[in-house]
């Protein structure tokens, strides 16, 4: 069995593990050591952060070995759906119960997700570029997109540790912790809106398919890097 197969294997398992773990995710809520309203508590972390190891290690191996073919990328996006689903009724049952911190969270979610409409929308867009041009419904996995998919893993644990932090170490003293997180929301919005409008300019205007383009600056770099790692 060659090295490519076991790492396509090694993928499949990774997308199954975390369509489990989003199962369990919501019901960590009830779990022993689950957080009194001041954190999330501890089995929602073990769960999230196997999530998030999960989704990288995927990344990691598909990129090393090449195996964004159309079936791989729709079973990662369906298991990445999922976990993004368990995540949200985790915080529909904190706020069900008030659990403070969760309901924080819920309000940078809710910025993001007013946001993240747009956003599927114009990758829809993309893809249906691709799939006019090259018969391949598929995105550019570039690097800004792969940051602004880290950057959403690690919202949640920035806030919990801002939740934490005294207001005197910002700048603006006066600002509340629930007005910093929606800000940092904000940010992560604009981090994703400026990945999707390269991803649609790339597929606009590429001269040829290169679904591992790392930038609009970089020219047809990421397939031929894939293929010198393989």
């Known amino acids: 069995m060659s090295d490519c197969v076991i790492a396509a294997k090694r993928v499949r398992l990774l997308n199954i593990v975390r369509r489990v773990l989003a199962v369990i995710l919501p019901l960590t809520f009830w779990f022993p050591l689950t957080g009194n309203g001041e954190s999330l508590g501890v089995p929602f972390w073990i769960v999230y952060l196997l999530g998030c190891c999960s989704i990288v290690a995927g990344d990691i191996l598909a990129r090393k070995w090449n195996l964004w073919d159309e079936s791989t990328i729709k079973r990662n996006d369906i298991s990445n759906w999922m976990f993004t689903v368990g995540v949200f009724i985790f915080v529909i049952l904190g706020l069900i119960f008030e659990n403070k911190l969760v309901l924080l969270l819920f309000i940078g979610m809710v910025y993001f997700g007013v946001y993240s409409l747009g956003v599927l929308f114009v990758r829809y867009i993309t893809c249906t570029i691709?799939?006019?041009?090259?018969?391949?419904?598929?995105?550019?996995?570039?690097?800004?997109?792969?940051?602004?998919?880290?950057?959403?893993?690690?919202?949640?644990?920035?806030?919990?540790?801002?939740?934490?932090?005294?207001?005197?170490?910002?700048?603006?003293?006066?600002?509340s912790h629930t007005e910093i997180e929606i800000y940092v929301a904000w940010a992560l919005i604009a981090l994703y809106v400026v990945a999707t409008i390269e991803e649609l300019i790339l597929a606009a205007t590429m001269k040829q398919f290169d679904p591992f383009r790392k930038s609009i600056f970089c020219k047809n770099q990421g397939r031929r890097s894939a293929e010198m790692d393989m």
């Not at 950057?151 to 603006?172: D, H």
């Open 130 to 175: 691709c799939e006019i041009g090259w018969g391949k419904f598929s995105g550019i996995h570039t690097i800004a997109n792969k940051i602004a998919g880290y950057a959403l893993m690690l919202f949640i644990p920035i806030v919990a540790i801002m939740e934490r932090l005294p207001k005197q170490i910002f700048f603006n003293k006066d600002l």
